[in-house]
């Protein structure tokens, strides 16, 4: 069993950045493929990033290119996303996942996921 826990959500201004921590725990967390998802209200969770265990590989979704960014650090069993030029549309719960290394390396579907964080909170004022 894994245990996630993201941070550094908040309110930010159109145009500002912010930086989004999942701290992992319970298993070696190089096992595991990672991602990062968000969810407005009222709208279906919404694939953002994704990076395989080693860090090698990274995905983003297309209309976020250039703007997100993930990573991950082994040693501090963390993942990260950052997040620049943030919008108003940006506003939602961001999740981070893990799912068991294997050789699909980057996941797009929440179903893809073995484990779940309890979600953070990004507001982009406009």
């Known amino acids: 069993q894994v245990q996630l826990v993201e941070s550094g959500g908040g309110l930010v201004q159109a145009g500002g950045s912010l930086r989004l921590s999942c701290a992992a725990s319970g298993r070696t967390f190089s096992n595991y493929d990672m991602g990062w998802f968000r969810q407005a209200p009222g709208k279906e969770r919404e694939f953002v990033a994704a990076i395989s265990w080693s860090g090698s590989t990274t995905y983003n979704t297309d209309s976020l290119k250039g703007r997100f960014t993930i990573s991950r650090h082994n040693a501090k069993n963390t993942v990260y996303l950052q997040m620049n030029s943030l919008k108003p549309e940006d506003t939602a719960v961001y999740y981070c996942?893990?799912?068991?290394?294997?050789?699909?390396?980057?996941?797009?579907?929440?179903?893809?996921?073995?484990?779940w964080g309890q979600g953070t909170q990004v507001t982009v004022s406009s």
């Open positions: 996942a893990a799912k068991i290394q294997n050789a699909r390396l980057i996941a797009t579907t929440p179903a893809e996921y073995d484990y």
